[in-house]
């Protein structure tokens, strides 16, 4: 399909891919930014020979250009140490298990017919290729497995329930640090809670923006191996309710690298721009936002953040953000889809000083927004924090991929998608939401050297009806970006496998986590596979772990998965991996229609050697 369709009733019209006028990005409340300052726009870096050239990428871009904005925090503050925080549990209360959720992020976005199957031509690791995979080398049972967050944990905290849950996660040396919707805990690596389960809002109880007090969501968190420290971040939404309040995004640092200690707390705006589905990462020199934003008519756009990282790390009340607004003015919208993924440090070993940040996208030529090719649309942010600050951002490179099919057979949405064991209501399926045409958390970014390497996925329909987890491998060598390899994990089980995370060890062996289910026997669960990194390209090769089986269903018709999960790297050897994402039991089936369970656990290739082996 080659042209972009009807928006759902619930979300703004989009800006049509034609619209060459430039639009004001906004009047710089909320989340992250108004400013001063000046900038150079974008100078791409050569793209490699099966990437767009340059003069094809000046042809795919519109004829406005996006233009920096720089401001400082709308308020800053130190933190009591969290640890004071007590577990704040509300009083026990009955609980109606056949109580809907609260949907905290209503749909907002395109619909899209399903035209069909077109086939996956990266489709190649099967149940025969896992049976042939070399011996012995196979995948790690898990290390340790401890229970997260839950839904019960809301309703503890704060009354009722909630859809989805946003499961997300980090590891530092000592610690694990968890969020949800609307929660967030502190273990040890053994999984003794440390701190919580406390309302997110509490990260930020006192503070002088009453707005990132409230348990809002879309939390995520990110540790900075590089600093040692302890990124913790949500929205606010008191602007969907009244146009007059801006929106912010709540950052707090920690002060050092303990994450039950003090934080440096900062609010960001973004203007009247909502801010939906923020995702972090970790850069040298700035600490990398990506947003989905909606203005307060029709406007809808990608918004591109970076904050000051030395200054934030310093706790200075000035640190600077700088904001890119991204529209169908600027760059036609299938190349920005639905959002862009930030990169994630992996690793000690840094990227060159003042390298320009990939930021990467995926496009579906059958999805929503009308674009010509499969493909991935990879774009560069540099930031110079000078005391008069220079920006750039722009499009460095666009690389066709294998083939692939986002669209499922209960398009115009993905909602009621993928049945499970024992429910025949078609309103109790869940959500593959593979049709948002956007890679799935993390950007996971690693420097070797002699390349740097990107490692992403997103969800697909592998087979007819069957989802499955598309994943590359992205290298960029003096300055050009090609897909290395790229594959879609899809045994031939009927097992649906979805919403999942990829990242690579110090070996650059290969990782990737995910959720599945069936409609006979497979409960929502949580799984694991890998690969080394010298076996053939494009293949999971060995075998899959369990995180844990599922023993219950979701029996809402609120039928939200995800949105995201997080799958990391144990910053102590380098090697262990460690996945955050939802499941249901049996007993949580039994406490609500939508009692989804959190599960940690931490597993490693057979290769990989800890840095002083």
Same mark, same amino acid.
């Given at each position: 399909?080659?042209?972009?369709?009807?928006?759902?009733?619930?979300?703004?019209?989009?800006?049509?891919?034609?619209?060459?006028?430039?639009?004001p990005?906004?009047?710089?409340?909320?989340?992250?930014?108004?400013?001063?300052g000046?900038?150079?726009?974008?100078?791409?870096?050569?793209?490699?020979?099966?990437?767009?050239?340059?003069?094809?990428?000046d042809?795919?871009m519109?004829?406005?250009?996006?233009?920096?904005?720089?401001?400082?925090?709308?308020?800053?503050?130190?933190?009591p140490?969290?640890?004071?925080?007590?577990?704040?549990?509300?009083?026990?209360?009955?609980?109606?298990?056949?109580a809907?959720?609260?949907?905290?992020?209503?749909e907002?976005?395109?619909?899209q017919?399903?035209?069909?199957?077109?086939?996956?031509?990266?489709?190649?690791?099967?149940?025969?290729?896992?049976?042939?995979?070399?011996?012995?080398?196979?995948?790690?049972?898990?290390?340790?497995?401890?229970?997260?967050?839950?839904?019960?944990?809301?309703?503890?905290?704060?009354?009722?329930?909630?859809n989805?849950?946003?499961?997300?996660?980090?590891?530092?040396?000592?610690?694990?640090?968890?969020?949800?919707?609307?929660?967030?805990?502190?273990?040890?690596?053994?999984?003794?809670?440390?701190?919580?389960?406390?309302?997110?809002?509490?990260?930020w109880?006192?503070?002088?923006?009453?707005?990132?007090?409230?348990?809002?969501?879309?939390?995520?968190?990110?540790?900075?191996?590089?600093?040692?420290?302890?990124?913790?971040?949500?929205?606010?939404?008191?602007?969907?309710?009244?146009?007059?309040?801006?929106?912010?995004?709540?950052?707090?640092?920690?002060?050092?690298?303990?994450?039950?200690?003090t934080?440096?707390?900062?609010?960001?705006?973004?203007?009247?721009?909502?801010?939906?589905?923020?995702?972090?990462?970790?850069?040298?020199?700035?600490?990398?936002?990506?947003?989905?934003?909606?203005?307060?008519?029709?406007?809808?756009?990608?918004?591109?953040?970076?904050?000051?990282?030395?200054?934030?790390?310093?706790?200075d009340p000035k640190?600077?953000?700088?904001r890119?607004?991204?529209?169908?003015?600027?760059?036609?919208?299938?190349?920005?889809?639905?959002?862009?993924?930030?990169?994630?440090?992996?690793?000690?070993?840094?990227?060159?000083?003042?390298?320009?940040?990939?930021?990467?996208?995926?496009?579906?030529?059958?999805?929503p927004?009308?674009?010509?090719?499969?493909?991935?649309?990879?774009?560069?942010?540099?930031?110079?924090?000078n005391?008069k600050?220079?920006?750039?951002?722009?499009?460095a490179?666009?690389?066709?991929?294998?083939?692939?099919?986002?669209?499922?057979?209960?398009?115009?949405?993905?909602?009621?998608?993928?049945?499970?064991?024992?429910?025949?209501?078609?309103?109790?399926?869940?959500?593959?939401?593979?049709?948002?045409q956007?890679?799935?958390?993390?950007?996971?970014?690693?420097?070797?050297?002699?390349?740097?390497?990107?490692?992403t996925?997103?969800?697909?329909?592998?087979?007819?009806?069957?989802?499955?987890?598309?994943?590359?491998?992205?290298?960029?060598?003096?300055g050009r970006?090609?897909?290395?390899?790229? =594959? /879609?994990?899809?045994?031939?089980? #009927? %097992? !649906? &496998?979805?919403?999942? *995370?990829?990242?690579? $060890?110090r070996?650059?062996?290969?990782?990737?986590?995910?959720?599945?289910?069936?409609?006979?026997?497979?409960?929502?669960?949580?799984?694991?596979t890998?690969?080394?990194?010298g076996?053939?390209?494009?293949?999971?090769?060995?075998?899959? =772990? /369990?995180?844990?089986?599922?023993? #219950? %269903? !979701? &029996?809402?018709?609120? *039928?939200?998965?995800? $949105?995201?999960?997080?799958?990391?790297?144990?910053?102590?050897?380098?090697?262990?991996f460690?996945?955050?994402?939802?499941?249901?039991?049996?007993?949580?089936?039994?406490?609500?229609?939508?009692?989804?369970?959190?599960?940690?656990?931490?597993?490693?290739?057979?290769?990989?050697k800890?840095?002083?082996?």
């Amino acid at each position: 399909m080659k042209r972009t369709t009807p928006w759902s009733s619930r979300t703004p019209t989009p800006l049509v891919q034609e619209a060459r006028t430039r639009r004001p990005a906004g009047r710089g409340r909320g989340l992250l930014v108004a400013g001063l300052g000046l900038a150079l726009l974008s100078a791409c870096s050569a793209p490699s020979p099966d990437a767009a050239q340059p003069a094809a990428l000046d042809s795919l871009m519109a004829a406005g250009r996006p233009t920096p904005t720089f401001s400082e925090p709308a308020a800053f503050d130190v933190s009591p140490a969290f640890g004071t925080l007590a577990r704040r549990m509300g009083p026990a209360m009955p609980s109606d298990p056949l109580a809907e959720p609260l949907d905290i992020r209503p749909e907002r976005g395109p619909v899209q017919r399903d035209l069909g199957f077109s086939g996956d031509a990266a489709l190649r690791d099967d149940t025969s290729a896992l049976r042939s995979a070399r011996p012995p080398a196979s995948i790690s049972a898990p290390l340790v497995t401890f229970e997260g967050l839950s839904n019960q944990d809301n309703f503890n905290l704060l009354g009722f329930r909630v859809n989805p849950p946003d499961p997300v996660g980090d590891v530092g040396p000592n610690h694990y640090v968890e969020m949800t919707n609307l929660a967030f805990a502190v273990y040890d690596k053994q999984g003794r809670v440390l701190l919580g389960p406390s309302k997110i809002g509490d990260l930020w109880a006192g503070f002088a923006v009453p707005d990132c007090t409230d348990a809002s969501g879309d939390p995520i968190v990110v540790y900075d191996q590089l600093a040692d420290r302890w990124i913790l971040s949500q929205f606010t939404t008191r602007g969907l309710n009244d146009p007059a309040l801006p929106f912010y995004n709540c950052v707090a640092i920690s002060a050092t690298g303990d994450p039950t200690g003090t934080y440096y707390r900062y609010a960001f705006t973004s203007g009247n721009f909502f801010p939906d589905y923020p995702k972090y990462g970790v850069w040298t020199d700035s600490y990398i936002l990506t947003t989905r934003e909606f203005g307060p008519t029709v406007e809808y756009g990608i918004g591109v953040y970076a904050l000051e990282k030395n200054k934030m790390l310093a706790g200075d009340p000035k640190a600077r953000a700088v904001r890119f607004f991204l529209d169908s003015a600027v760059v036609p919208i299938n190349l920005m889809g639905d959002g862009l993924l930030p990169p994630d440090i992996d690793g000690t070993r840094r990227p060159q000083a003042r390298i320009a940040a990939p930021i990467v996208g995926t496009q579906d030529d059958g999805g929503p927004y009308g674009a010509d090719k499969d493909a991935l649309n990879i774009y560069e942010l540099s930031v110079q924090w000078n005391s008069k600050p220079l920006a750039s951002f722009g499009l460095a490179a666009q690389v066709p991929v294998a083939a692939f099919d986002s669209i499922f057979p209960c398009a115009p949405t993905s909602r009621d998608c993928l049945a499970q064991p024992g429910l025949t209501n078609p309103d109790q399926k869940i959500d593959i939401l593979s049709y948002r045409q956007r890679p799935t958390f993390r950007l996971a970014y690693r420097n070797f050297g002699e390349y740097e390497a990107l490692v992403t996925g997103q969800s697909v329909e592998a087979r007819p009806g069957v989802a499955g987890m598309r994943w590359y491998e992205i290298r960029r060598s003096g300055g050009r970006y090609s897909v290395y390899q790229q =594959g /879609t994990h899809a045994p031939d089980d #009927g %097992v !649906q &496998r979805w919403m999942g *995370s990829v990242a690579m $060890d110090r070996a650059g062996n290969m990782a990737l986590g995910y959720s599945v289910v069936n409609g006979v026997d497979v409960f929502p669960g949580i799984r694991y596979t890998g690969r080394l990194r010298g076996d053939p390209l494009g293949q999971m090769t060995l075998g899959e =772990g /369990t995180i844990i089986n599922g023993t #219950g %269903v !979701q &029996r809402s018709v609120n *039928s939200r998965w995800g $949105d995201y999960s997080s799958l990391n790297i144990d910053p102590i050897d380098d090697c262990t991996f460690w996945y955050v994402n939802e499941y249901y039991s049996a007993a949580g089936q039994a406490s609500s229609v939508v009692g989804w369970q959190t599960r940690i656990g931490s597993f490693k290739t057979p290769e990989c050697k800890r840095k002083e082996d």
